[in-house]
């Protein structure tokens, strides 16, 4: 039996227009997971972009930032990011364990960059993303240094979930499948799309001919 695979949407980092009505309509044509990273939203136009996302569909988004809006709205879960693991370090762990007390079924997710990274990352993540595994679609000039016959090799034998990111689009999604990620986030190819619920769905449809989607 083929193992499932997860196609995550990421969001633009920018204040795209009507982007909270396309992405239920992402969510209507079965999208399970949406991480929502903002960089530059305060809390409460986050907030306000939550608000136009159907009740519905909350459980299935995971936000980068202003992690306390976990209280305000039953969310898949928080993502933690460099500046997380950095700056106000403290302060970041205590909201997390807070939240882990409030929310137990809370998922915890990180971005890693390397295989040192991934060998030195601990069980306090549900999932981790790897990047860049393609050349990058929404950041010119960011290219892949990992070798596909070591991550063939490396992928299998760790005890979490690793998701491919960076250039994913859909002429290599399904290559990211073969080298043994757990599943692949989708962001330039989608928000450069003229039609980015369109080309969700040919990602979808493209993947669920061959592999079982979760």
């Avoid at 991480?35 to 136009?45: A, C, E, G, I, V």
């Avoid at 569909?57 to 709205?73: A, Q």
Wanted: glycine share 6%; net charge positive.
């Amino acid at each position: 039996m083929k193992r499932p695979f997860s196609l995550i949407v990421i969001s633009s980092p920018d204040g795209l227009e009507q982007e909270a009505e396309l992405v239920n309509e992402m969510f209507r044509n079965g999208l399970q997971l949406f991480h929502l990273r903002k960089p530059r939203f305060s809390t409460r136009r986050l907030a306000s972009y939550l608000q136009q996302i159907h009740p519905a569909y909350h459980n299935k988004v995971v936000i980068h930032t202003h992690h306390e809006l976990c209280l305000r709205f039953p969310l898949r879960g928080v993502h933690l990011n460099h500046r997380h693991k950095k700056r106000g370090a403290l302060k970041q762990w205590l909201l997390l364990k807070y939240l882990q007390f409030r929310k137990p079924k809370l998922t915890v997710s990180t971005g890693l960059h390397s295989l040192s990274d991934l060998d030195w990352n601990q069980k306090k993540f549900s999932y981790v993303f790897l990047s860049p595994v393609f050349e990058s679609v929404s950041k010119v000039g960011y290219k892949s240094t990992f070798n596909e016959v070591t991550l063939r090799e490396h992928l299998p034998r760790l005890p979490y979930d690793v998701i491919a990111l960076g250039g994913i689009t859909e002429e290599n999604i399904l290559k990211t499948y073969d080298m043994g990620f757990a599943g692949a986030a989708v962001l330039g190819r989608i928000w450069k799309s003229d039609d980015p619920v369109g080309t969700f769905k040919m990602i979808r449809e493209k993947c669920q001919q061959f592999v079982p989607l979760w």
